[in-house]
């Protein structure tokens, strides 16, 4: 009889193995979409194309805002190469507290999420106001690669 013991596996947990990016063709990219450069998601706001020599391949010249920190990256591909595109996603959270530096929000499921940072500089201070004076706030988190952020507010607060 063969001994079992070296079949018996525990899965306990694991991913589904899905990517936070998607491969996409240089030359398929466009002004404002989504492209990873320097390992950070960016938005695209310019680009051109450029011939080189008999040999060559067309280039195309990247220039990008990260959609965290909102620095400017610069990336230089040939137009037949791939490169990564994020998967970014938007969704809208009613704001429920402002503690300790984090956002308690509550998505429309009634589900909450307590683990996003207070936004830097002025967003912040506008949605801690705001909340400390009684107003209903809607918060728009973008999430790409792994990171997420408060992007954006919206007063919706009911008029009596």
Not at 8 to 33: E, Y
Not at 94 to 119: R, T
Request: charged letters at 25%; one cysteine or more.
């Amino acid at each position: 009889m063969a001994d079992d013991s070296q079949h018996d596996h525990d899965f306990v947990g694991g991913s589904a193995g899905a990517s936070n990016t998607f491969p996409i063709q240089c030359s398929a990219l466009r002004k404002g979409a989504h492209v990873v450069i320097k390992g950070r998601p960016c938005k695209i706001i310019d680009m051109s194309t450029s011939k080189t020599g008999k040999h060559g391949h067309a280039k195309v010249h990247l220039i990008a805002t990260d959609i965290f920190t909102f620095k400017k990256l610069e990336d230089i591909s040939p137009s037949t190469h791939n490169m990564e595109a994020p998967i970014v996603i938007r969704q809208e959270f009613q704001l429920i507290n402002v503690d300790d530096g984090f956002l308690n929000l509550m998505n429309d499921e009634g589900e909450s999420k307590d683990d996003v940072k207070v936004p830097e500089g002025q967003l912040g201070k506008d949605i801690a106001e705001l909340f400390n004076n009684g107003k209903e706030l809607s918060i728009t988190v973008v999430s790409a690669l792994g990171e997420e952020m408060a992007l954006a507010f919206k007063d919706v607060t009911k008029a009596e």
